[in-house]
């Protein structure tokens, strides 16, 4: 199989299998997660707070007091792997034309500069997370496989991408379908792996909030 027809393949049937699996693993997890359920709270609440569930889900994205100058490595690099991965998803005018294939929405992208700068941002935070979990102890000791391989996982579609914006080490067309076969990768792993907090993150946060509210904890 020579580049062009890899890249079709990556284009065609392979994106196509990866979405349906991502679809269905997806919609999967979020039935077993809803459908455990709550026991019924049968005391009086404690306090009425409307809306507790939907604020936690904001105020949980800042650090907690003090945890920011504890382990500012973790908080920053997180929030600058994230904000670079999201600029990079959605704001990158080839990926803006897939989404409007796919669903019909478009938007304005970013400068590529800016595009390119992010995702540089974001793989070095990546790789800086790594060392700082490698040297810490404490978080050496709970990692296992399932972290190293969302790390792995997450960083592919980074790294082809940029080498295929700049056409490094390898022909184009096959970077190009090797980018396209890590991003398949990543949605097929997707709901198997601790990525699942993708989605499951909101959802934990709404219901610890709730509760908290209910309770009268501070959320």
Do not use: C, Q
């Amino acid at each position: 199989m020579n580049h062009l027809d890899l890249l079709t393949f990556a284009r065609g049937s392979a994106l196509n299998w990866a979405l349906i699996i991502f679809a269905a693993g997806v919609v999967l997890r979020l039935f077993e997660i809803l459908g455990l359920g709550r026991k019924a709270d049968l005391a009086k609440p404690r306090l009425n707070s409307p809306g507790s569930g939907w604020r936690t889900i904001f105020t949980r994205t800042l650090p907690p007091e003090g945890m920011l100058k504890r382990d500012p490595v973790t908080y920053i690099g997180g929030y600058v792997f994230h904000f670079g991965l999201f600029i990079a998803m959605f704001f990158f005018a080839p990926h803006i034309e897939f989404f409007r294939s796919m669903t019909g929405l478009s938007w304005a992208g970013l400068p590529n500069a800016l595009v390119d700068a992010s995702v540089v941002a974001a793989i070095v935070a990546l790789g800086v997370l790594l060392a700082h979990r490698l040297n810490n102890r404490v978080k050496r000791m709970l990692s296992g496989f399932g972290d190293y391989l969302a790390w792995a996982v997450t960083l592919l579609p980074l790294l082809t991408g940029y080498l295929a914006y700049h056409h490094l080490f390898v022909e184009y067309t096959l970077m190009l379908a090797l980018h396209l076969f890590s991003v398949e990768l990543l949605l097929v792993l997707l709901p198997f792996t601790k990525l699942f907090h993708t989605f499951s993150v909101f959802i934990s946060r709404w219901y610890n909030g709730d509760i908290f509210g209910r309770k009268g904890v501070a959320s």
